[in-house]
């Protein structure tokens, strides 16, 4: 949905009506995951629909094939997604229908029953080093994500809690634009990886890839693995067990890395400016699937951090705060220096120079749909002066706390010219304007 399309959805629908209800129309539930006629699904799985309209409440049901009954699952809830719980595990290699129904007042619509079969059991699924195809891309190069984890071990796979984790996770990653547009770009895998103890802590264990929680809330991409070691074998397990991944196309895939630990955190790390291959570490908390669309804006549009902390030296209690120092000119000239010439290769959402006529987002400023929003704003790169970006919030600024922002336009080029390049398409200016939407999730 374009802009323009989107903001006359908005405008249209809001004075429409339930006869039923006098309030605003019920909408039928689109059910999203899982998909039509998707097999090896979960015993536990989740299930995802789209919003039927502003108060109103959700039941679940399910049946199996050859059953005539459908059996409550979930009733009266206003998440949009329900996961089962133990008590409602499902049966293996078993296939099932699913609906939604949803309520407002008097009035109510159900779904379009949707289809799936359940993992065959007798199967060896999560053997070490198996890889599923959780995403098909119809492209011939598309850009790849592999989804793989740390510190869970067989059963932990076995149980079901690595896949419920992942696919929330990239349910959510699809709600954003752009890659809720250009999905048919992105290729999904998940890689199962053994880890003889189940779990992350403060010190490194016996785990698969050696992953450690560096303070209380943080993974730090430096700290909390050995990343520089570390990487090439990451790198080198993905492309040993999924055939998708290759030395051909190495430099368009991002390695997802689920550290198995109760913590809101998250770090990318990119093993060069102009490579663009990137492994991210992410802890399993609270807001899994927001960080995740933060840490992707690092990996897949080589995009930096748009808040700023630093440049406020140190004052004894008491004292009024000295003016910001501004970003150093060393940083400025290595953010020059790792564009190599070309602004997209890095931070391509940031500008070192107060200039705002020489900004990449500058062409945004007399467009309509933009210019409201658009301008050139201070703070960025870590810094609070001395480095710019074109809006004043978005999920590359504070991710969680702005992530109904979702990404700002220029953000949103970026990672489109990288889906395009990959694929071997060229990008198009008009045609991106054309189809750009800047589509979130209700969070």
């Not at 504070?398 to 060229?426: C, F, Q």
Request: charged residues 20%.
């Amino acid at each position: 949905m374009t802009i323009a399309a989107m903001l006359f959805t908005l405008t249209t629908t809001a004075c429409a009506s339930d006869d039923n209800n006098n309030g605003p129309a019920l909408q039928t539930p689109l059910l999203k995951a899982p998909a039509a006629g998707a097999t090896e699904v979960s015993l536990l799985p989740t299930f995802e629909w789209e919003s039927s309209g502003s108060g109103a409440l959700y039941d679940l049901e399910i049946k199996a094939d050859g059953d005539e009954a459908w059996t409550m699952m979930a009733e009266e809830i206003v998440s949009l997604t329900y996961t089962l719980d133990e008590e409602q595990e499902l049966d293996y290699a078993t296939s099932y229908s699913w609906r939604v129904t949803a309520s407002l007042g008097r009035a109510t619509k159900s779904s379009r029953p949707l289809s799936f079969t359940t993992v065959d059991e007798s199967a060896p699924p999560f053997g070490d080093g198996d890889s599923y195809l959780y995403l098909d891309s119809e492209k011939e190069s598309p850009f790849i994500i592999v989804v793989t984890g740390d510190g869970f071990t067989a059963e932990d796979y076995e149980s079901g809690l690595f896949d419920r984790q992942a696919d929330e996770m990239m349910d959510l990653f699809f709600s954003f634009d752009p890659y809720k547009s250009y999905r048919d770009y992105i290729e999904v895998w998940k890689l199962v990886a053994h880890s003889n103890v189940s779990g992350i802590t403060g010190v490194s264990r016996d785990t698969r890839f050696g992953s450690f929680i560096d303070g209380p809330k943080f993974i730090n991409h430096k700290a909390g693995m050995d990343i520089e070691s570390t990487s090439n074998i990451i790198y080198q397990f993905a492309m040993n067990n999924i055939p998708a991944v290759g030395l051909s196309n190495i430099d368009n895939v991002c390695v997802l890395v689920l550290c198995n630990a109760d913590i809101e955190a998250g770090g990318c790390w990119r093993t060069s400016y102009q490579e663009g291959r990137a492994i991210t570490l992410l802890g399993t908390g609270n807001n899994l699937g927001v960080i995740n669309v933060h840490e992707a804006g690092h990996s897949i549009g080589r995009l930096g951090d748009e808040y700023g902390k630093l440049g406020i030296p140190p004052v004894p209690p008491g004292f009024p705060l000295p003016e910001p120092n501004p970003m150093p000119q060393n940083i400025v000239d290595l953010m020059v220096s790792n564009r190599a010439g070309d602004p997209w290769n890095h931070y391509p959402n940031l500008h070192p120079y107060n200039d705002r006529s020489t900004a990449l987002w500058a062409k945004y400023y007399d467009l309509p749909l933009y210019n409201d929003d658009v301008d050139f704003y201070e703070g960025g790169n870590d810094w609070i002066k001395g480095c710019w970006r074109s809006t004043e919030f978005s999920i590359m600024n504070k991710g969680v706390e702005h992530a109904s922002y979702g990404y700002n336009v220029i953000s949103r080029e970026a990672i489109v010219r990288r889906l395009l390049n990959a694929a071997g398409e060229p990008f198009d200016f008009a045609t991106f304007l054309a189809n750009d939407s800047n589509e979130v999730p209700n969070l």
